[in-house]
């Protein structure tokens, strides 16, 4: 990645629209790397014993030590159609797993490199941070034929400041189209209001925190199908989603979450790292 500096188009567009597609930001051998890295993981990693399926639905997630603890640690989620009835995966564990979070970027020597090279940080300078910080990263799978759904949301939902700064990075490693659940996005959509927040519930696990009740305009999303190496900008408050994968292909892409050092980070996200281990920028060690 070479540094590159957004042109004031672009930034008008983002500022519109609240997202930024833009092709050939990486390398496709990039792609790859990171792609055989996380085969590596994968065959290193003791999958089975991380059976945490991951799920939009809120249920599921309630009281889910693995995940909540999972802010400052390399984690593995299933899907939620990885096993069958008995318990028993119906695909390879390579092949079930739903994503990796949520500290790629700071604990795997790959991603660490990836996620602050400096085309990333002169962008985030672009679109305007002063203080980016590096909180969340997650590797994610769209299995082929059990991919499974994430449903209209707002990333500030789940990465609250005070202000919203919350600004997300989503990198294809593979070609994402129509058919391997591509992500959808509500153009403008960021100009409405955060429809929920996802805390920790005082006595344990999970809840919603209903802010506003205005329905995702599902009508207008539109798709973004993006060939291996594209970067996608997504405002926080940009309603954007996916569908299930029932293609033979997966969907693999890696998203990284910056908010700004300067706003306030509540105690009650559901996303809590060890105090030694602070959200760094893209320059500190
Ligand atoms: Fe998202």
């Not at 995940?67 to 989620?77: A, H, T």
């Not at 980016?132 to 939902?157: C, N, W």
């Not at 299930?244 to 996303?271: C, F, I, K, M």
Request: proline content about 9%; some cysteine; overall charge negative.
């Amino acid at each position: 990645m070479e540094p590159a500096c957004l042109t004031l188009q672009q930034r008008l567009a983002y500022e519109r629209d609240g997202y930024l597609v833009l092709p050939g930001f990486f390398p496709v051998e990039e792609a790859a790397r990171l792609r055989e890295r996380v085969a590596e993981l994968l065959s290193t990693g003791d999958l089975l014993a991380q059976r945490s399926v991951f799920t939009t639905r809120e249920q599921a997630r309630q009281s889910d030590e693995h995940f909540l603890s999972s802010g400052d640690k390399i984690r593995f989620f299933f899907e939620e159609e990885a096993f069958a009835p008995d318990g028993a995966l119906r695909q390879a564990p390579a092949l079930s797993i739903n994503k990796i979070g949520h500290a790629l970027h700071d604990l795997d020597p790959v991603f660490c490199r990836f996620s602050r090279a400096p085309a990333l940080r002169a962008l985030a300078a672009d679109l305007g941070l002063r203080d980016p910080r590096l909180l969340q990263s997650m590797y994610i799978f769209k299995q082929p034929h059990i991919g499974g759904e994430v449903t209209s949301h707002q990333d500030a939902t789940f990465l609250w400041t005070d202000p919203p700064t919350a600004l997300g990075l989503w990198f294809a490693l593979e070609d994402a189209t129509l058919d391997n659940a591509c992500l959808w996005v509500q153009p403008g959509g960021h100009r409405g209001p955060l429809r929920r927040r996802f805390l920790r519930a005082p006595g344990g696990g999970t809840r919603f925190l209903e802010l506003d009740g205005a329905p995702y305009d599902e009508g207008q999303m539109v798709p973004l199908p993006v060939p291996t190496g594209t970067l996608v900008v997504l405002h926080g408050l940009l309603p954007h989603r996916s569908g299930p994968n029932r293609s033979p292909r997966s969907r693999q892409a890696y998203t990284l979450h910056l908010v700004e050092g300067w706003a306030a980070y509540p105690a009650d996200n559901w996303l809590q790292r060890d105090p030694a281990m602070p959200p760094r920028g893209f320059d500190e060690p």
